[in-house]
Structures are given as C-alpha cells and as structure tokens.
C-alpha cells in the first residue's frame, strides 16, 4: 500500500490502457503464460489441473491441495497456533523422530519414503524426495509411460499415496 502513495496522477493527460508484457500493449492469456513460466518461484502457480482433473475422488483431491497450500495442521503449525499448549513439534507421528511438518510427514519420513520407494520401484524409477511437496507437485514425473492410460494411473498412486499418508 505505502507503494501506492507515491504514485502521482496527472489531471491533464487522459487514461490510457497499457499492457508491458507484449510488445502491442494488449492484455493476451499467451504473454501472461509465458512471463508467469519465467517466474522464479513456481509455488505461486501450483498445477491446479493435474490435482482437479485427476481421477481420485474429491476428498483425495481437496486434501492434495490443502497439502500443497501448506494449510495442514501438523505440530509444527499447530505450536505457533496455540503456543500454551504442550505440543512437542519435534515428534513426528509416523517416525516418532523428526519434526513433523508437511514436507516431514508427506515426503521426508522414513515411513513415508519408503512408500514412496516402493511407488517409484513399482514404475521402475529411482526417486530422490524433493525439497518440498510443491516442488513434487510442479516435477512432471512419467512414471507409469506417456499414454493417456499412463498419466492418468500416475496421478491416482501419487495423489492417493498422499492420502494414505
């Protein structure tokens, strides 16, 4: 907001429409793709299609996404929630190790990778977990081939994977 009061209008000059990401100045979907592709941070632009478009049902698929959002209430979010309760958030449910954030409890438990393990031998791939489930979300994994057939088996083991989680 503070960015706003700096901007000064002109009373003499007219309005005019101006779009700097294509060389018209024309709003398109197409210029909007590609400077959002060319975005540094791919989190803000999470694949709403492979979890919505995919066939799980939709508790599977509105989980999937709460996860993705970071909105699941593990210890850790629940400590800064409600800090005068006694929580440890250095228990993970699963391992009963580590801290149990999402990236923890989806991607980085023990419990949880070898699932994942077992997922990726399953398709006949090596699998390293990535740094966050976002980043899991945005990889373009071919695990189970290129047909509609493939994608489509890939999508309901990874989401359901999740939901077994």
């Given at each position: 907001m503070s960015s706003l009061n700096s901007v000064r209008f002109?009373?003499?000059l007219a309005d005019s429409?101006?779009?700097s990401l294509s060389s018209s100045g024309l709003f398109s979907?197409?210029?909007f793709f590609l400077a959002s592709s060319k975005v540094s941070n791919p989190v803000l632009f999470l694949p709403a299609k492979f979890l919505w478009s995919s066939k799980v049902p939709s508790k599977v698929k509105a989980l999937a996404w709460i996860v993705a959002h970071g909105?699941?209430?593990t210890n850790d979010k629940l400590q800064l929630i409600r800090p005068y309760k006694s929580l440890c958030p250095q228990w993970c449910i699963l391992c009963k190790g580590n801290g149990e954030s999402i990236d923890?409890?989806?991607?980085h438990c023990p419990v949880t990778i070898g699932l994942w393990n077992k997922l990726f031998k399953l398709a006949g791939l090596d699998w390293v977990p990535p740094r966050s489930f976002e980043d899991?979300?945005?990889i373009a994994f071919k695990g189970l081939g290129n047909s509609l057939r493939g994608k489509t088996l890939w999508q309901v083991a990874c989401l359901t994977l999740v939901w077994i989680v």
């Open positions: 002109s009373p003499s429409r101006a779009w979907v197409k210029s909105k699941v209430n923890h409890l989806f991607l899991m979300l945005v």
